[in-house]
């Protein structure tokens, strides 16, 4: 069964840090590109980042870019998102997400349980 | 970047209705199409995939159609479980984004 234990997240001011994690496992983490997506509250869902299967493609929404890095960890089985210049837009609750696929197109098709991220002063 | 309209924003059934959602993409997606159920405080749940392909447990009353600009998700004979957000998703080009979602309600 594949399962996408988040960590991380929580409170922090604007202009500060945070680092989400999640931790992977029922499937070969290596072998599937992983993204972000975030829901700031009672709103809609917008993907935030994606990164591919060996870590060294990376995409990012234009509202993240230069502000947030998505990485990975394949011996770990672990995605993180770094969060960084936090504004309060990025409020939200952030998903990991799998791949549903090895390859291209990329569909959604596990994901986390949320983190909450709120960012205020 | 490509924008997705979902209409309507809320459809209101009875349990054992029909529902057909709308989702338009503004420019060709091919079949590059995804379709979300979000249920209150849980994860969203692929539903559809490539427009039409039902993902791994998603039940037969669920149908997804459509290719281009247009696509639709239909809901027949509507259960309990089925009132919820859903949310369409392209995954033709850069950025991936969603659709505004529409909410089943009862």
């Known amino acids: 069964e594949v399962q996408l234990l988040q960590s991380g997240g929580g409170s922090a001011q604007p202009g500060g840090s945070l680092r989400l994690s999640c931790a992977a496992s029922?499937?070969?983490?290596?072998?599937?590109?992983m993204s972000w997506v975030r829901q700031a509250p009672g709103k809609g869902l917008e993907w935030v980042s994606l990164v591919g299967d060996d870590g060294g493609f990376t995409r990012y929404a234009d509202s993240v870019r230069g502000r947030f890095i998505i990485s990975r960890d394949n011996s770990r089985n672990t995605l993180y998102l770094h969060m960084s210049g936090l504004r309060a837009e990025d409020t939200a609750v952030y998903y990991c997400?799998?791949?549903?696929?090895?390859?291209?197109?990329?569909?959604?098709?596990?994901w986390g349980h949320g983190s909450l991220v709120t960012v205020s002063s | 970047e490509i924008v997705l309209t979902q209409s309507p924003a809320t459809l209101s059934v009875s349990p054992g209705e029909g529902a057909t959602l709308s989702c338009r993409a503004s420019?060709?997606?091919?079949?590059?199409l995804a379709w979300f159920q979000q249920k209150p405080g849980q994860a969203p749940r692929l539903l559809i995939y490539d427009s039409s392909t039902r993902a791994a447990g998603t039940p037969a009353r669920f149908r997804g159609s459509g290719s281009g600009t247009e696509f639709t998700l239909s809901i027949s004979s509507l259960q309990s479980e089925d009132f919820a957000v859903y949310y369409c998703?392209?995954?033709?080009?850069?950025?991936?984004?969603f659709g505004g979602g529409t909410k089943v309600e009862i």
């Open positions: 420019q060709n997606i091919r079949t590059t």
């Open positions: 998703q392209q995954v033709s080009e850069w950025p991936l984004t």
């Open positions: 029922g499937f070969v983490f290596r072998r599937y590109v």
């Open positions: 997400t799998k791949d549903l696929r090895g390859s291209p197109p990329h569909y959604f098709d596990s």
